[in-house]
């Protein structure tokens, strides 16, 4: 069975230092990589995705993250976060031929002053 | 464009009722998914809908049920309630068509349920 773990619950780090959020996913299959981030009160949206091609991807908001398949993660980093960026983040797999998404447990980033 | 919208945002309800939660997905968005959100649980998939059928359901009792409309609209009904539904249902729209859905799903705000 396909499954996605985030290791992680919360990440608490300084404003302008370098974070790593971590992901791993377990599938037989091909899949497709997600990062979503929700805001407090707020639905997820889209901050990156890994479909094919070049394993280093680069969202929005100074996000990226990159493709393992060997260590089959999918790690997101940023290099200097901003009080802006605390939120819960998601990392997701979508299964290749399929419709159906399995998210992670999240990872809770607290950005301090 | 309008986003994905969820109604209500917020309900109480108590044990033993049901509740349905309604989702308009974003125009021209044919798929819409659900997926109920609780803390340490992350997001549970619920079930999918494309063009009024269910594609994929997840590991939910039968009392979780959904239906779309032809307008794609989508609505998800929960019976005789127990504590542990009390929860925040999301729903998520996307362009996804026949084949493989790549792409991204957009996410409604979100309908948060406490059951008492």
């Known amino acids: 069975a396909q499954s996605v773990t985030q290791l992680d619950s919360q990440v608490p780090v300084f404003e302008e230092a370098p974070v790593e959020l971590r992901c791993n996913y377990s599938?037989?299959?091909?899949?497709?990589l997600f990062w979503y981030v929700q805001y407090p009160n707020q639905g997820l949206q889209l901050l990156l995705k890994?479909?094919?091609?070049?394993?280093l991807v680069k969202g929005i908001n100074g996000f990226e993250a990159e493709f393992n398949k060997s260590q089959t993660s999918f790690h997101l980093r940023k290099p200097s976060v901003h009080i802006s960026d605390t939120a819960e983040y998601f990392c997701?797999?979508?299964?290749?031929?399929?419709?159906?998404?399995?998210f992670g447990t999240g990872t809770r980033l607290k950005v301090l002053a | 464009k309008a986003g994905v919208t969820q109604t209500p945002r917020y309900l109480i309800k108590t044990r033993g009722q049901q509740v349905t939660l309604s989702c308009s997905p974003i125009?021209?968005?044919?798929?819409v998914s659900w997926y109920q959100q609780t803390p340490g649980q992350g997001l549970q998939f619920l079930f999918e809908?494309?063009?009024?059928?269910?594609?994929n359901k997840g590991n939910f009792p039968g009392r979780f049920s959904g239906r779309q409309f032809s307008n794609s609209r989508s609505e998800m009904n929960v019976s005789t309630l127990e504590l542990g539904d009390s929860a925040l249902y999301l729903c998520?729209?996307?362009?996804?068509?026949?084949?493989?859905?790549?792409?991204?799903?957009?996410f409604g705000e979100g309908s948060r349920l406490t059951v008492l």
């Open positions: 998520a729209s996307s362009l996804a068509g026949d084949r493989t859905n790549t792409g991204e799903l957009f």
């Open positions: 599938s037989s299959v091909s899949v497709y």
């Open positions: 890994y479909l094919s091609g070049s394993t």
């Open positions: 997701a797999v979508s299964l290749s031929g399929t419709y159906k998404y399995i």
């Open positions: 125009s021209g968005h044919r798929s």
């Open positions: 809908y494309f063009s009024e059928t269910q594609r």
